[in-house]
Nanobody
């Protein structure tokens, strides 16, 4: 059974930083590309970044140069370092495989960027 638990969100001022974590149980982590996604109220859930098992990364244009995705396979943990945060980064952030598997969604972690 796969379980994904996100943490690290919070309230931060514009220009600030946060580091999100995603703890994964089950067998998916070490053998699959993982991704961070985000969803605002009334909006679709969008892909933010991906990382392969060989640590090749991709980023949405809106976060490129500001966010960094990484993984620790020994700890089954996915990270998202978010710098230079903007109000438009305010969303609930989720981790999942890439491509996403609907049954894997966790509760997400809320990120709010506001002064």
């Amino acid at each position: 059974q796969v379980q994904l638990v996100e943490s690290g969100g919070g309230l931060v001022q514009p220009g600030g930083s946060l580091r999100l974590s995603c703890a994964a149980s089950g067998s998916i982590f070490s053998i699959n590309t993982m991704g961070w996604y985000r969803q605002g109220t009334g909006k679709q859930r969008d892909l933010v970044a991906t990382i392969t098992t060989r640590e090749s990364t991709t980023y949405a244009d809106s976060v490129k140069g500001r966010f960094t995705i990484s993984r620790d396979n020994a700890k089954n943990t996915l990270y998202l370092q978010m710098n230079s945060l903007k109000p438009e980064d305010t969303d609930i952030y989720y981790c999942n495989q890439f491509p996403r598997v609907e049954s894997y969604w966790g509760q997400g972690t809320q990120v709010t960027v506001s002064s």
